[in-house]
């Protein structure tokens, strides 16, 4: 006699709802216990990380500028998984958007070269990002390969192409031997929302995204091709839809958008090319993917619950000494309950013996 | 010939810690699990081998411990992918996420200090023999012992009945469920094998690649075992000369520096990671008439009523 499943006649509409907040509900639970076990006081510790922030405006800006990257790219990736196609390589795809989209600024630097710069650094991005992430699609449709593993291998190339740029050719020569560029002309910098703070017009792109996606999956012919491929692939071959295009169309526009969030990074908050850009938003949006239930609005409210790990995390530092790795652990242990409580929707868990048959590929 | 000899030595020293770990995943997939956190177990036996090491001042203490940490964040992912049939891609994601997130928090305190390499075999005679002296009988012990560990794996899995239960779970879990085997507890033994192998891996690259441990020091290994597997052909015998292969690539770097090649260290760096794109679509094509791979890999398997 051990523990094993039961699928449920029919998903279960109320843990189907109730599923991202009992998620979040045990996290906190299990940080409790890991505070107190690293010498923390569990209450205040938790409060530093998921209250403190949202108690003043500039955490609650700062936020906002966090969470923009992060809802625009799971934007992309829940379409991706919803096709069954798995892109698990958008922190690449941010990077050479990144890269594509500064080479712009870095070539044009100090020629003031007019308003046409930026929209076009963010094309380049875009198309960077979409191009990068065609290259598993390609490799997956073509050929058959693993697009989980070749999408994760470029994100290695990518970093060391960055690193290999910011400290040799595109260096700024008046930068002390940091290895970073010049600072943006103002003509490549993304503009203030509002002034003073760090709340850039980017976040309006995300916005747009977002709505753009939730269009896509709810109202049009596409958006029903990539959710019967991705939940019944033998209809959807019945129905004549192409699965190999879908895998190509899903990644580059989540290559697209990956990139976009890296070359706004770099043109809004940050202000030049660096080594580090992300602090991993690419794979810290496929949690945000899985807790927004790879829909587009739940996602934009699971993408400001991120960002809070990431605000809190940075105030944990100061306030607790904590290494800004906790960051990590909390967004593994989320992902972790967020996955769990989503098994719950389709099975039931009870005692008993085993008997029965193969459920047949990735839910 | 002594450059020969340092060159051969180090790409020993580079494929050991890939060999492990990848010898555990295939395991794991045979029996029909893709586990994505080998990265996530290398980073936490890495930190915990040395944490074992640095305090007890004993490689095979240090070793141990990294083999338990791999194995209970296997235990993690047993528990989400086989107990609650959890997408077994993204229960991997996770892994690896948690895993370096903890690997950083325990080894914070740990950054800059260092301990004393493992041990490496010194037999009078035998390891003074050119060329072939340090190579065949001058190597750390864990070098011999995942070697041992590939051969018997590869015997298990082809001459004994453990090793066809084993391919019967990961090619076809309802059938040998329909033989009375339990697919859950034999996917989570390997699983669990799978993360004490990893671990060992991890725990390897601190005890004896390098004397210390610096974060993120596994530098994406874990994904490159996960893609020897592949490159094997899910055959032990294939994934010696795929971690030997691709220990010569990582290793490049260090040499082209001392020849004095032109070329960024970077893009040597990248050579691993950019050579196992043309590798996995070459193994991809060479297979198209019909898929080697474990036929339940990456499901899960419940059992119904």
Redesign the interface.
């Given at each position: 006699m051990?523990?094993?499943?039961?699928?449920r006649s029919e998903r279960s509409v109320a843990i189907a709802l109730a599923s991202p907040l009992l998620a979040i509900t045990l996290t906190l639970l299990t940080l409790a216990i890991v505070f107190a076990a690293?010498g923390k006081n569990p209450a205040t510790a938790l409060a530093v990380y998921f209250i403190t922030p949202l108690t003043d405006g500039y955490s609650l800006q700062e936020i906002a500028v966090k969470a923009s990257p992060l809802v625009m790219i799971a934007v992309g990736l829940a379409l991706c998984y919803r096709a069954n196609a798995?892109n698990?390589g958008a922190e690449g795809q941010l990077l050479i958007g990144a890269i594509a989209g500064s080479g712009l600024a870095v070539v044009t630097h100090g020629t003031n070269p007019g308003p046409w710069l930026l929209p076009a650094m963010l094309l380049a991005g875009a198309l960077a990002g979409a191009g990068y992430a065609l290259?598993p699609a390609l490799?997956k449709v073509r050929?058959?390969?693993?697009e989980?593993?070749?999408s994760?291998?470029?994100v290695?190339?990518a970093g060391?192409?960055l690193?290999?740029l910011v400290?040799?050719p595109w260096r700024d020569p008046a930068g002390f031997n940091f290895p970073t560029t010049a600072e943006f002309d103002p003509a490549a910098t993304l503009p203030l929302l509002i002034g003073g703070s760090r709340v850039h017009a980017g976040l309006i792109l995300t916005l747009i995204a977002v709505a753009a996606a939730a269009v896509l999956l709810g109202r049009t012919l596409k958006g029903f091709e990539i959710r019967v491929v991705g939940t019944a692939p033998r209809a959807a071959r019945f129905a004549g839809f192409n699965g190999d295009r879908l895998v190509l169309t899903t990644f580059a526009i989540s290559g697209a958008l990956a990139g976009l969030a890296g070359i706004i990074e770099v043109a809004g908050p940050i202000g030049h090319l660096q080594p580090d850009i992300s602090p991993g938003y690419g794979?810290?949006a496929?949690?945000v993917a899985?807790l927004g239930r790879l829909n587009p609005l739940g996602i934009l409210a699971s993408g400001l619950f991120l960002a809070l790990t990431f605000i809190g995390g940075e105030q944990a530092q100061i306030a607790l000494k904590?290494?800004?790795?906790?960051?990590?652990?909390?967004?593994?242990?989320l992902?972790?309950y967020v996955?769990?409580c989503?098994?719950l929707i389709?099975?039931r868990?009870r005692w008993g013996g085993?008997?029965?048959?193969?459920?047949?590929?990735?839910? | 010939m002594d450059l020969v000899e340092a060159i051969l030595l180090s790409i020993v020293t580079a494929s050991t810690p890939l060999l492990l770990a990848a010898s555990g995943e295939l395991i794991a997939e045979r029996a029909g699990v893709l586990n994505?956190g080998v990265e996530g177990m290398m980073l936490i036996g890495a930190v915990c081998g040395f944490a074992g090491a640095w305090t007890t001042g004993s490689t095979a203490i240090g070793a141990l411990c990294g083999i338990v940490a791999g194995i209970a964040l296997a235990a993690?992912f047993a528990a989400?992918a086989i107990?609650?049939?959890?997408?077994?891609?993204?229960?991997g994601?996770?892994?690896t996420?948690?895993?370096?997130?903890?690997?950083?928090?325990i080894g914070?305190p740990l950054v800059g200090e260092s301990i004393t390499a493992a041990p490496h075999l010194s037999l009078p005679w035998f390891t003074d023999l050119p060329l072939i002296g340090k190579l065949l009988f001058g190597q750390d012990t864990l070098v011999y012992l995942s070697i041992g560990l590939i051969a018997a794996i590869a015997y298990v899995l082809a001459r004994t009945r453990t090793g066809l239960i084993l391919r019967a779970v990961g090619d076809?879990?309802?059938s040998a469920?329909a033989l009375g085997y339990?697919?859950?507890a034999i996917r989570t033994l390997a699983v669990l094998f799978g993360g004490g192998c990893a671990g060992l891996a991890g725990a390897y690259l601190t005890l004896a690649y390098t004397p210390f441990y610096a974060?993120g020091m596994t530098?994406?290994r874990g994904?490159?075992a996960?893609?020897l597997v592949?490159f094997a052909s899910w055959r032990p015998g294939r994934l010696v000369a795929g971690a030997a292969l691709f220990g010569a690539v990582s290793i490049l770097q260090l040499h082209a520096q001392a020849f004095g090649l032109g070329v960024?260290s970077?893009?040597m760096?990248?050579l691993p990671?950019?050579a196992?794109?043309p590798v996995?679509?070459l193994?991809?094509?060479v297979r198209?008439g019909g898929?080697v791979a474990p036929a339940?890999l990456?499901?899960?398997?419940?059992?119904?009523?």
């Open positions: 051990s523990l094993v499943l039961e699928r690293l798995w698990i290259i490799c050929f058959g390969a693993s989980i593993l070749i994760l291998m470029l290695y190339v060391l192409l690193d290999y400290r040799g794979f810290t496929i949690i899985f904590l290494p800004q790795d906790m960051t990590g652990v909390i967004q593994g242990i992902l972790f996955l769990a989503d098994s389709l099975y868990v085993p008997q029965g048959k193969a459920l047949h590929g990735p839910r | 994505l993690l989400a107990g609650l049939a959890i997408n077994q891609v993204a229960a994601l996770a892994l996420i948690l895993g370096t997130g903890l690997a950083g928090l914070a076809d879990p309802a469920h339990n697919v859950a974060p530098a994406g994904w490159i996960l893609a592949v960024p970077q893009l760096s990248a990671y950019l196992t794109v996995l679509v193994i991809s094509r198209r898929s339940a990456g499901t899960a398997f419940v059992p119904e009523r």
